[in-house]
């Protein structure tokens, strides 16, 4: 499920759709941030967010990952959430 997600985040469509989902207006503006300080669109600053989680986390980061998808009523949002969350800390807008 995660990973057809993931896989889905390279069409602006589908992380559009994310990007409205994660009613999170903090977490929104330090992504919009990140990707003007990068020059790159939103969408692409979040799948490449993510990406990067996937290949860099540690064991005990998967674990609490999975803990919250586990509690979460849409475990794929919560898991972008997440990610997003830790790798956008607050402060950096």
Do not use: C
Request: glycine share 6%.
């Amino acid at each position: 499920m995660l990973g057809v997600l993931i896989a889905a985040l390279d069409d602006p469509a589908v992380s559009a759709r994310v990007l409205s989902a994660l009613d999170g207006p903090d977490l929104s503006a330090r992504l919009a941030a990140a990707s003007q300080a990068e020059g790159r669109a939103p969408w692409e600053v979040m799948a490449a967010l993510v990406r990067h989680f996937l290949d860099a986390a540690s064991d005990e980061q998967f674990v609490q990952l999975i803990g919250i998808m586990n509690r979460a009523e849409d475990p794929g949002l919560a898991a972008v959430r997440a990610i997003l969350s830790a790798a956008l800390p607050e402060g950096t807008v």
